[in-house]
């Protein structure tokens, strides 16, 4: 079993920043991308940043230059840095990542169970 659990979520005003955290847990055998997802009332999910195990980040582009995606490989764990914040980042925001389990022979994609980000006046 794996686990994905987010924090740091919250309510900021316009301009303000947060930091998301997602630790992954349970029998991992190794992680390969892990990511950060947006679902706002009303709109599909979409992608907002990814990182793949050796570092290389891409981002939406509505995010680009304020939002930074990183991640600690020894603590399983990624990070969102959101700077800037708009209102039109408010969603909840879902970690993603590609899991192997130990002894296991195939990846597949494990889900967080959501964090809100409300940015409002």
């Known amino acids: 079993q794996v686990q994905l659990v987010e924090s740091g979520g919250g309510l900021v005003q316009p301009g303000g920043s947060l930091r998301l955290s997602c630790a992954a847990s349970g029998s991992i055998g190794s992680i390969n991308a892990m990511g950060w997802y947006r679902q706002a009332p009303g709109k599909q999910r979409e992608l907002v940043a990814q990182?793949?195990?050796?570092?290389?980040?891409n981002y939406a582009d509505s995010v680009k230059g304020r939002f930074t995606i990183s991640r600690d490989n020894a603590k399983n764990t990624a990070y969102l840095q959101m700077s800037s914040l708009k209102p039109e980042d408010t969603a909840v925001y879902y970690c993603?990542?590609?899991?192997?389990?130990?002894?296991?022979?195939?990846?597949?994609?494990?889900w967080g169970q959501g964090t809100q980000v409300t940015v409002s006046s």
């Open positions: 990182i793949t195990s050796g570092g290389m980040a």
């Open positions: 993603n990542a590609e899991i192997r389990l130990r002894f296991g022979t195939t990846r597949r994609d494990y």
